[in-house]
């Protein structure tokens, strides 16, 4: 439980919360560590629910259901992703962009998440999950993967992609990308070989440094990593026509840049949340792929421990958080 932004989280018995209308209550049985959930707890996201349940995805087993859920039954195992309430009724709603309705709630941030035993979710933004296969290995799917694959859409056709930051989201994204026939080339910090170990083993035809220029320039670029610096970086490295997509929800100041280098019809843009339509788009997909995830195990109690590591960079794939593990 995050009691303040800056400080770790604490771990204490939090009660059972109530089930009411419309809502279904998830028995957690694993949650996986997103970037996002460190600019909570540190603070870089403002107005977050205090005190706060962090995490937000989340596999778990439905255990029981409040009045009016028709979709989901006890005993069904679920996914619970960042977006967990809209309103139906503003502009983007109505118009298929929920993912930037006007008074979203988000698991995890505004609305308690999933660094818990149990969690209380609205039964309309859960997504049913077979009731086969690992739940650690499922849980980076609903952030990391599902963010990821909006990203991926949002670089179009593109054949060559550039995938700058390779740690949990990449790592989805590149397996998604090689089924599509794309060529990826994977940019890490400076000598990481080790992350560029990684993606070349997950098929990059090229590694390097992102200060580095790819060999070939790219139709587009995707940047999970949190840093301002790489924008203009990656709009070097892709060609006329070539789009640079931010996917992460916090980055730092984007330096200044030449206007040559956004010229010929470059462009940039960012990925906000996801709608339930990316979600079912991408659970589908997902197995036919198929993707598999390199996941660390933590027990819910290294919580803190698991988001240091994340911090300082030394984790291969998606920590998961395990209760009882
Ligand atoms: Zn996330
Ligand atoms: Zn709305």
């Not at 009731?131 to 859409?153: F, Q, T, V, W």
């Not at 109690?301 to 030394?314: H, I, K, M, W």
Request: charged share 20%; with cysteine; hydrophobic share 40%.
């Amino acid at each position: 439980m995050l009691e303040a932004p800056g400080r770790p989280l604490v771990c204490r018995e939090v009660d059972v919360p109530a089930v009411s209308s419309g809502q279904v209550r998830v028995k957690v049985k694993a949650c996986a560590v997103c970037r996002t959930d460190l600019h909570v707890v540190d603070g870089e996201l403002p107005h977050p629910k205090l005190p706060l349940v962090p995490g937000h995805e989340i596999v778990g087993i439905v255990e029981s259901c409040g009045p009016g859920v028709g979709s989901l039954t006890p005993g069904q195992r679920v996914g619970i992703p960042w977006l967990g309430w809209t309103c139906g009724a503003c502009e983007y709603c109505r118009s298929g962009r929920e993912n930037l309705c006007d008074a979203a709630k988000f698991t995890g941030y505004t609305l308690d998440g999933g660094y818990a035993e149990y969690v209380v979710a609205d039964a309309r933004y859960c997504f049913p999950l077979p009731g086969d296969g690992d739940d650690a290995a499922m849980a980076p799917l609903l952030c990391a993967g599902l963010i990821g694959y909006r990203s991926l859409r949002k670089a179009g056709d593109a054949r060559r992609l550039g995938l700058y930051g390779f740690g949990a989201a990449a790592h989805i994204v590149i397996q998604v990308a090689r089924h599509q026939g794309r060529e990826v080339y994977a940019f890490t910090r400076r000598g990481d070989a080790a992350a560029q170990a990684f993606a070349r083993r997950l098929g990059a035809v090229w590694a390097g440094s992102s200060e580095e220029s790819p060999p070939e320039g790219l139709d587009a670029a995707i940047i999970f990593a949190p840093v301002g610096a790489l924008v203009p970086a990656a709009l070097r490295a892709v060609r006329k026509g070539g789009v640079v997509v931010c996917g992460g929800i916090h980055m730092s100041d984007i330096p200044s840049f030449p206007y040559a280098d956004l010229w010929q019809e470059r462009s940039i843009c960012s990925v906000a949340n996801l709608t339930r339509e990316d979600g079912t788009e991408f659970l589908s997909l997902a197995p036919r792929v198929p993707v598999r995830t390199e996941t660390q195990v933590f027990p819910l109690d290294a919580a803190n421990e698991a988001l240091a590591r994340l911090r300082e960079g030394s984790l291969s794939g998606a920590a998961v958080l395990v209760p009882g593990g």
